[in-house]
Each structure stands twice: as structure tokens, then as C-alpha cells.
């Protein structure tokens, strides 16, 4: 095979023979198995630059990745460019201004790391091993929305590659239709090199309680879970759950199987002080019938992993979401329907309000502010045997709230279809997005994303 040389380019590039290969591009859905050219791991702002002029000129399609955790693993192109950001991690932290200046292939746990020395955050998601830049540009939902806005809503300025090549600095006062559309848009306007944002003092404590209910019992149960939520603090987020969990584990956090009996919980995340937090249990307590109750205090960093493991690489995955604006009773008991299909997947809702409904919708491309609670739906599993079944029991499942979804989350998107986009955006915003693709890309080179084409 001949040599590949990029002019500029001081990274590591990686062939198909060469050894790292396909570790390097191995995603974090393992239902994902495809071959690029040339993997571009780029160690600079100026590798980027050099990296997506080769691949221009080559005529390669060319996919962008950050932690890889997209359940449609969109960077990763047959026979294309794949430009690999993991070597932009670095995190610098000024405490004193408090704010974090994070490369755009950091992973959110090095940027949870760097703030929690001086007891700082921002709003990240949940999973460590998560790419700051995707989770970012598409909104960034986590346990401090609620109190502090979404991870996009935290943005003070972003670096970005455009398509021409060109480096703009990109803030309220410089390119501001762009950070506009990087606020929401996805990936869909350029290469993201480094993220500014703002931290705030959430000290280094949490607390997570669950109730836990038989399945019988759980409609009374989620219906006095939502009527606390006007009075919730903005500080928690509340959260129910349903799903299989082992009989022996009290119905707590456990894996799924097969074997477990269906059951159901309510509860909150608490981020601050964990007595203050136990505060709101007594309202919780007086709900239902719980056959359990686990309440855990933990540090902020411990919780930030906390799902690091169910959420690993190399499983197969699918989801499915939908945001509600209302919780009417018949939502609930959708939520809670179960049959006997052995490979129907847990689910889960979360209160959504506070900070997250405080930006004004036209602020930013990201939508669906009004939504009272986002339910997902997650399947994970190892057989691809089983692909076809848990992919079709995660639709099934969905489908019974989607006669009270008012939309989606952009970043949890697993199907390619026109509805995606109507589903993410408003009639307004999807146009005003089509116009600043046709300003900064209008060739769609950013296309390997959830695409909004020019």
C-alpha cells in the first residue's frame, strides 16, 4: 500500500494493516463494525486543519470523532477519513475565573477530574467515558442541569475548524450565529478544537435515593412521584426507573437478566450536601408501597462513573426517547407497561425544568425546553443474533408514549430516518440551522452527524 503523507500533519495516521488500527475505530456501540482509509489521530488545532484538507482534496468522505459514544457511530466512514480527536485532551482549570478550557476530545471525566480539585463543575453527562464534544454540541444533559443549564448553556467560547479550513474563535461577540447553532447543532458546522466553560461551586458531595416498588404497586407510586414536582428543589433530579432487576438485589441497581422479575423505582439525584439532600426523603417515603429503599451518599466524582460499567464499550446498543411536556396518568401507565417479551429493555424518566427552562428557547439551537420530563429507553446487549428482537422490543416499548412525546434529544438518536430532525427542532430552528449549513458548509462536508443538509 503507498505511503500516506498529509502535509502539516504531525499525528498519527493509521492505516488497515497497520497495528492500533482497529482499536482506532472500534466506537462505543459494538453494533457498529466499519473500515475507514486512513484514521487521522490528530495531536493539534493545526493537524485538524491539515487533516480535513487531505481528505477534502482526496475526495473522502470524512467522519469526526470525539469519544465515539454515538449509538449510530456516525464518524466512523467506510473507505473514508476518520479524524480523530482523542489526542486534544487536555483540561486547564482557572478557579479563580472559574472556568475550564477543555480540548474537543477530552472525555467528561477528565473534565469532572480537573474541577472537583477545587470543588467546581458543569453540567456533564453521566457516563465518564463520554466525549465532551458530542455530548456538547448536541445539548448535554446531566445531573446539574436542572441547578446550573445544560453543557451547551455553559459555553462561554468555542474554537472551531470550519470546512474551509479556517480558524474562528467563536463566542457571543465573534460568529455569534454560529455559537448559536454549536449550541444544539450537533457537529454539523465544523470541527470543535476546544470548549470554554463557565464552572460553578457544587462541592464535592451527592446523594442517590430510590424507592423501590412491585410493578403492581408502582402506578400509585409514579403518579405521587410527579405531584412532587413543583416543590422539588432545583438542586435534585428526580428520576423513575423501570426494568428487570435480581430478586436477591431487593430490586436495586443490579443487571438486568432475563431471569429478574420486572420491577419499579422513584427517587432523585442530590448534588451538594447529602443531609440537606435527606430532607427530601420524607416526602418520598410517604409514597406507596416500596418493598426497599437504598439511599447512598457519595462523592460527586463516584457519582459522575457511577454508570460507567452498564454503559461500556463492546456491548450492542439502541435507544429510543421522546420529551413530554405533561405527565398525564396514561403516560405513567405506558411507562409501566410490561409483557412477557424476554428482550423488552429498562426505562427511565427525568424531571427536566429549572435551569434547562430559564434559557430563552430562541437563545440556542437546542429544543424541547418547555419539556416536563425526557423518558429513554436503552437496550444493551452481546449476541448479534439478538439484534434484530431488542431492537424491535425498544421500538415497541416507545411507541407506547409516543402519543404524549412533544419531541427528542437530539444526542440519543440510533435510527437514520427524515423524522429525526422534525423530532429535534422546531420548523423555525431547522431552517434557521439549513441557512447557517449553507453559510459555513454548504458542500455538507459535516454530514456524518444527525445532518442537517444545506
Known amino acids: ?120 463543575a458543569t453540567t456533564a453527562g453521566n457516563v465518564s467515558h463520554t466525549g465532551v464534544g458530542g455530548l456538547t454540541l448536541g445539548g448535554g444533559i446531566g445531573w446539574l442541569a436542572r441547578l446550573h443549564g445544560l453543557s451547551c448553556d455553559n459555553v462561554a467560547s468555542f474554537e472551531l475548524v470550519t470546512a474551509d479550513g479556517d480558524v474562528l474563535r467563536v463566542s457571543e461577540t465573534e460568529h455569534p450565529d454560529l455559537f448559536w447553532g454549536l449550541r444544539g447543532g450537533g457537529g454539523n458546522f465544523g470541527v470543535v478544537t476546544e470548549f470554554e466553560f463557565r464552572l460553578h461551586p457544587v462541592g464535592t458531595r451527592a446523594l442517590v435515593a430510590d424507592l423501590i416498588y412491585e410493578l403492581d404497586d408502582a402506578g400509585t407510586a409514579l403518579r405521587g412521584w410527579r405531584d412532587l414536582f413543583a416543590d422539588t428543589p432545583r438542586r435534585a433530579t428526580p428520576v423513575a426507573r423501570v426494568g428487570r432487576r435480581d430478586d436477591d438485589r431487593g430490586g436495586g441497581a443490579g443487571k438486568e437478566s432475563r431471569l429478574a422479575r420486572p420491577m419499579a423505582s422513584i427517587g432523585y439525584v442530590w448534588v451538594g450536601d447529602p443531609d440537606e439532600g435527606r430532607r427530601l426523603l420524607a416526602s418520598y417515603s410517604r ?68 435551569a434547562i427552562a430559564d434559557e430563552p428557547d430562541e437563545d440556542s439551537a437546542f429544543s424541547h425546553r418547555d419539556a416536563l420530563v425526557e423518558f429513554t429507553t436503552a437496550a444493551g446487549w452481546t449476541n448479534p443474533a439478538e439484534d434484530g428482537p431488542r431492537i424491535a422490543a425498544a421500538r415497541r416499548y416507545a411507541a407506547g408514549l409516543e402519543p404524549y412525546a412533544s419531541g427528542a434529544y437530539v444526542n440519543t438518536f440510533a435510527d437514520q430516518d427524515d423524522s429525526a430532525l422534525r423530532r429535534a427542532y422546531s420548523p423555525a430552528k431547522l431552517a434557521r440551522l439549513r441557512d447557517l449549513k449553507r453559510a459555513y458548509d454548504p458542500a455538507n462536508i459535516f454530514h456524518r452527524t444527525t445532518n442537517i443538509r444545506p
Open 1 to 120: 500500500m503507498t505511503e500516506v503523507m498529509i502535509r502539516g500533519f504531525d499525528g498519527v495516521l493509521l492505516r488497515p494493516h497497520d497495528s492500533g488500527y482497529d482499536a482506532g475505530r472500534a466506537v462505543w456501540n459494538a453494533v457498529v463494525d466499519r473500515r475507514p482509509a486512513l484514521i487521522a489521530k490528530c495531536a493539534s488545532t493545526a493537524d485538524v486543519v491539515a487533516a480535513l484538507r487531505y481528505g477534502r482534496e482526496a475526495g473522502l468522505e470524512i467522519g469526526v470523532r470525539c469519544g465515539g459514544h454515538s449509538f449510530l457511530g456516525l464518524p466512523v466512514v467506510e473507505d473514508g477519513l476518520l479524524i480523530d480527536l482523542s489526542g486534544l485532551s487536555a483540561v486547564r482549570v482557572d478557579p479563580g475565573s472559574r472556568r475550564a478550557w477543555v480540548g474537543g476530545g477530552a472525555l467528561l471525566g477528565a473534565l469532572d477530574v480537573a474541577a472537583q480539585r477545587y470543588g467546581l
Open 287 to 354: 409514597i406507596g408501597r416500596p418493598v426497599a429503599q437504598q439511599v447512598r451518599e457519595l462523592s460527586y466524582l463516584d457519582l459522575q462513573t457511577g454508570d460507567d460499567d452498564v454503559e461500556g464499550h463492546a456491548m450492542r446498543r439502541y435507544c429510543k426517547d421522546h420529551y413530554l411536556r405533561e405527565l398525564p396518568d396514561a403516560a405513567i401507565d405506558a411507562f409501566l407497561a410490561w409483557d412477557n417479551d424476554p428482550f423488552r429493555p429498562g426505562a427511565r424518566m427525568t424531571l427536566n425544568g429549572g
